[in-house]
DNA sequence: ATAATTGCAAACACTTTGCACCTGT
DNA sequence: ACAGGTGCAAAGTGTTTGCAATTAT
């Protein structure tokens, strides 16, 4: 049984939505907001073609997703590209509530945080999907 | 000008779906639950009618809501009744990604989180939606 | 040539809205 | 009597699916 790598075409669509997701690393994109920006560089993309292709990035371990905060009206989910080398897993995220911003807390007190947690409070936490929330550096300053 | 409170009817669904979310305080429920809890008692009630009596607990700080854990595929959001007076805002919560149970995480360890992401992350951090996923001490034991 | 990719239209799941009817006070 | 609560049907939103047409290799 010959185990064959499927092979995969480049397109422009995707290139596009790469490149935007790459130049946008540091915050999180909706589906929407990439159809935007494509549309816009008259480059219109169809939505299904979006989210087939988020969905494959996503499988192939190059990219984060969102579900929006919790209580908040209106939000979808958002996106982030990153390398699959940045072991997400293994951090919280800390993500703006205000401009979308992302840092990965990819620090010594993240043992912290995960002892405690398991010590005080039984849990084995899952730094998959729990998402902390907050105003970023720069949107502190500026009077909301 | 008179300030006039507005009158409030009792009315056995309310009451039952309320019944329900305060039995199930240490955890999260869906709307849906809610729906096929009261069917289960013979007391159907429209989802309308539970979206809009649950929309109403909110508003009075009387609900909590979770949108499903980022990136978790087909979750729906769910709520948890909680006295307004538990000052839900002001600590971070752990939920169960197995059973759904919440850990309202109000102990001194919370001051030294928002402080560490403060300092060395920048972050204002705001407990409101804020979620922390992982395995209750239940759930760790028995293999998943 | 042929397998991967795309767009379209329809289906989906969950939630919200408008409106007429019903119920608690 | 009448404000408040409810159910129904329809609309809404964001996302997914089936399928036939198109495109990269």
Redesign the interface.
Known sequence: MEKRVKQEYKTSSRAGILDYLKQNRQRTVSAGEIHTHMKAQNRQVNMTTIYRYLEKLEVEGNL?????????KN?CVTYQYVDSKHKCGEH?H?K??QCGFV?H?D?D?MK??AS??SA???????C??????????NC?GQGR
């Open positions: 984060m997703q969102y579900t929006p905060q919790s209580g908040e939000g919280l800390l703006c509530v840092e807390m620090c007190f912290e945080i405690h947690i005080e409070h039984g849990f084995a936490l899952e998959k999907g729990s998402v902390l929330y907050g105003l970023c550096k502190r």
